[in-house]
């Protein structure tokens, strides 16, 4: 039988849903408040966890970064008599198993625990070794999401899809599928589809026979070929060509193909990974993609997430870039100073991770000699951004707060009495400032704060939990 955690501050749903469970052989406990509920996971380890959303010290759906983070996290049923459509996206998004709607029947409420448990117990029994996270570096909780889906398609075959802004490592994370795979014995063979010719494209993915065409001296066999019993990996295959599509959707289907010249039938029995960093579902909706051809590639979907919402990624990753750089230079490794984590973490990276790498080397180059690298080693570039995209915050923040809250001048200087707080401590003071005022007139309306604050969902309940604000 199951341990289960109830986290609900009313005390009749408690004690209705004890006596549910006890009936049924499990083991049960109850926590009223997300503290007692942060307390009650660390303390012990559960299969199931019934979470209310409003509870008396926050959301209880900010609760579930730091469940998934857990090394055996429990499958989440939200139980609550919140009908907020956006909260059930992001909740399903953060991997719940169900979101029922207070009052639930018995009924209602057995059947969804016994096929979470049922799914549990097939899970435990069958789980599969961890993959090798090879040149992965991180510890956030949108990291390890990322590894987990990882891992379920290195086991599996099916065709995958990867989504993730550029930068991101995406052909990293499709090689890290292949060499945890059945099929790591075979090629991983990239495709570059944004690099792709229309004149060329089907001799570089079907090759050609000799003499097919003027310049095709020899017989050569395509990239479809070479990745027999190994892995094809198409690159931005949102890039592919239109008139290509069809024919590598019957390829896709069939696993067979004709080379250019050729008149037989050629096979090659390859796993896809493909990648992109557009919106192919819009893209098939307007017809600059095949709505069919996408059905087929994202049979399993893996998203990638943006370095700016890895939590404290940044710092490992500045560390093990300007090691390796250090050795390739083969000079002794540079400490690196605080001022240079804070400029990074500012920094919003629409280069992502690869945008990080390329700073951190030109800052190891700007270094030299010197022992340790400074805020001054970073390249200006980056600097003035970030000062500029702070001021620009804080000139908004100043407007919007209004005259009354700001300090009055005389003759251009700020009064001797003003506390002048940190950059930091003002940041966090006029972040959770404008958070409120977010909430006091879009309180009713998800989708309008998020749209005009430019937040993501998981961002923005992300930040409420940091400054202990609830909706």
Wanted: proline share 3%.
């Amino acid at each position: 039988m199951g341990n289960v955690l109830i986290i609900d501050d009313d005390n009749e749903i408690c004690e209705t849903m004890h006596s549910l469970l006890l009936r049924q052989h499990h083991s049960c406990r109850s926590a009223h408040t997300i503290g007692e509920g942060k307390q009650a996971l660390d303390q012990e380890s559960f299969d199931i966890l019934f979470l209310d959303v409003s509870l008396p010290d926050g959301n209880g759906l900010t609760l579930l970064q730091d469940i998934a983070a857990l090394p055996d996290a429990p499958e989440v049923i939200i139980l609550t008599g919140q009908g907020d459509p956006d909260g059930a996206e992001l909740a399903i998004k953060g991997g719940v198993w169900d979101y029922l709607l207070k009052p639930s029947s018995v009924r209602e409420i057995n059947l969804t625990l016994s096929r979470a448990m049922r799914y549990r117990e097939e899970k435990l029994g069958n789980r599969k070794a961890e993959v090798s996270t090879g040149k992965i570096i991180g510890k956030s909780s949108e990291i390890k999401d990322a590894l987990k889906q990882i891992a379920i398609a290195a086991h599996s075959d099916v065709n995958v899809l990867i989504t993730g802004e550029t930068g991101t490592g995406k052909e990293i994370f499709s090689k890290l599928i292949h060499e945890n795979s059945k099929r790591q014995e075979g090629d991983f063979v990239v495709v570059d589809c944004a690099s792709l010719t229309e004149s060329l494209v089907e001799s570089i993915l079907f090759g050609h026979r000799k003499g097919a065409f003027t310049g095709a001296h020899d017989t050569r066999a395509g990239l479809i070929k070479l990745a027999d019993n190994g892995t094809l990996f198409l690159d931005e295959v949102g890039e592919m060509p239109m008139n290509m599509q069809k024919s590598f959707l019957r390829v896709l289907q069939e696993k067979t193909f004709r080379a250019v010249g050729d008149s037989k039938e050629q096979s090659s029995n390859f796993r896809l990974i493909a990648a992109t960093n557009k919106d192919l579902d819009q893209m098939a909706r307007q017809g600059t993609f095949r709505e069919d051809l996408l059905y087929r590639i994202k049979a399993m979907i893996i998203h990638l997430p943006p370095l700016r919402l890895r939590a404290g990624d940044i710092r490992l990753l500045t560390d093990h870039q300007a090691n390796l750089i250090c050795k390739q230079l083969n000079i002794p490794a540079k400490t690196i100073s605080e001022g240079v984590y804070e400029l990074l973490e500012q920094y919003s990276w629409p280069g992502n991770v690869r945008e990080l790498f390329n700073m951190v080397e030109r800052a190891v180059a700007s270094a030299g000699n010197e022992k340790q690298l400074f805020a001054a080693h970073l390249p200006s570039s980056l600097r003035i951004k970030v000062t500029r995209d702070q001021l620009s915050q804080q000139n908004k923040e100043e407007l919007s707060a209004g005259p009354e809250t700001a300090p009055v001048r005389k003759n251009g200087q700020l009064p001797m009495e003003t506390e002048i707080l940190s950059l930091k401590e003002y940041k966090n003071q006029l972040e959770k400032e404008y958070l409120l005022m977010l909430i006091d007139k879009y309180s009713n309306s998800i989708p309008d704060l998020l749209q005009v604050s430019g937040l993501s969902r998981s961002h923005f309940y992300s930040l409420l939990k940091k400054h202990d604000l609830v909706l």
